[in-house]
């Protein structure tokens, strides 16, 4: 074990010492620990990192939201705070460029904003205060609870540590992380004892083979609760690639859908370049608007990205039929980048919850949801 890497030999001296660990434990060292975890370098998407995000493809994704959260500004009465929080922020780029676009096109929305991220990692925290200097007074880091506005989160339910498990004859086991004799991470199995993952798939069912291999992951359950808190009065916005319970647990679907992603490649080993490897699962948003409905918020839409940004830009793309500039080109690269059903339209899907201190829900006229289709609600079920 002499060539681990720090992290991967700490982790390595865990299981020997402690024996088999479970998978969230492995994957939230390797992903959030403060020295050598993923996450501590917050320059790991877009053409030199290790994948393409929808902010990554340009400022036009953090416009077309900003556009969705002057609306609701607009549609609440014009509240001033308007608190603007962000978790998953990375470098903070949507940030910067939801603040430079409304401080240039809406000064009075610009004026009412208060933006704050919620960043654990001093390492990320540093590099967001640097991309947003230029917004003194605009932004801080802060963790707020039971604000007037926004909770925005892109690709943050994904990367939370989820627990994998398998079918063996008419029982789950857990898949946990042990050593081989020469020292190598691996698989094994384990008794399955956390209650949240044995009553996530009791409520589905027993229709799966024996060797069917799957996800569950609790803690997105615990984001969205979270994430509830934070608002007291608007909306959150949750955009991430995953399924309903449905389409997530399909019986054929039987090596579930962890992926590990380095240099713009992809695989499905955990154990490799650990603390420089993206490891993550879609989502399970039927287990998100559970959680969400629990947390007092009503579930607004369900609709992917494509519906969800073209709703957003139908009025912007009509200015820009016929014009020929520089400008207009990059738009319309962007966007097709963000919308095309083999890119990021379709793969990507968007939640949107709403929560008020009114006992009677609201779902805020949105130019986004216009193409929401109300029977992927009930699709939510599950």
């Not at 910067?96 to 240039?104: E, G, M, R």
């Not at 499905?268 to 998100?288: C, K, Q, Y």
């Not at 369900?302 to 830009?313: E, I, K």
Request: with cysteine; charged share 20%.
């Amino acid at each position: 074990m002499s060539d681990l890497s720090p992290l991967a030999a700490r982790l390595a001296a865990t299981i020997a010492a402690s024996g088999p660990m479970p998978f969230p434990s492995f994957m939230a060292a390797a992903l959030y620990d403060r020295q050598h975890g993923y996450y501590t370098n917050p320059n790991r998407t877009g053409r030199h990192g290790d994948f393409y995000t929808s902010v990554s493809t340009g400022p036009l994704f953090a416009i077309l939201l900003a556009t969705q959260f002057a609306e609701l500004w607009e549609s609440m009465g014009r509240p001033s705070p308007f608190h603007i929080v962000e978790r998953g922020a990375n470098n903070a780029d949507f940030a910067a460029d939801v603040l430079s676009w409304s401080l240039t096109h809406r000064p009075d929305f610009h004026a009412a904003i208060s933006y704050s991220i919620d960043e654990p990692l001093p390492s990320a925290a540093a590099a967001q205060a640097a991309r947003l200097a230029p917004f003194p007074g605009k932004w801080q880091h802060d963790s707020p609870s039971n604000v007037t506005g926004v909770f925005f989160a892109n690709e943050l339910l994904d990367a939370v540590p989820f627990r994998r498990v398998a079918r063996r004859g008419n029982s789950w086991v857990e898949r946990t992380v042990s050593l081989t004799p020469d020292g190598s991470f691996c698989w094994s199995d384990s008794p399955l004892l956390d209650r949240s993952t044995k009553s996530r798939l009791a409520s589905l069912g027993d229709d799966f083979p024996d060797g069917y291999e799957t996800e569950v992951a609790p803690a997105v359950a615990s984001e969205v609760r979270l994430a509830a808190a934070t608002i007291a009065h608007g909306a959150l916005f949750f955009i991430d690639y995953g399924f309903t319970a449905s389409d997530y647990y399909l019986p054929e679907r039987s090596t579930g859908t962890l992926r590990c992603y380095r240099h713009h490649k992809a695989h499905e080993n955990p154990f490799d370049a650990i603390g420089d490897t993206d490891i993550t699962a879609h989502v399970d948003f039927s287990l998100a608007a559970s959680a969400a409905r629990a947390a007092g918020c009503h579930v607004a839409a369900f609709l992917d990205q494509a519906r969800f940004l073209t709703g957003a830009a139908a009025s912007a793309l009509a200015s820009l039929e016929g014009v020929r500039s520089p400008e207009a080109s990059s738009w319309h690269r962007q966007f097709q980048s963000l919308t095309h059903p083999a890119r990021l339209g379709r793969s990507f899907q968007v939640l949107v919850l709403t929560k008020s201190p009114d006992p009677s829900p609201f779902t805020p006229p949105l130019s986004g949801l216009r193409f929401a289709n109300p029977r992927s609600l009930a699709a939510l079920a599950g």
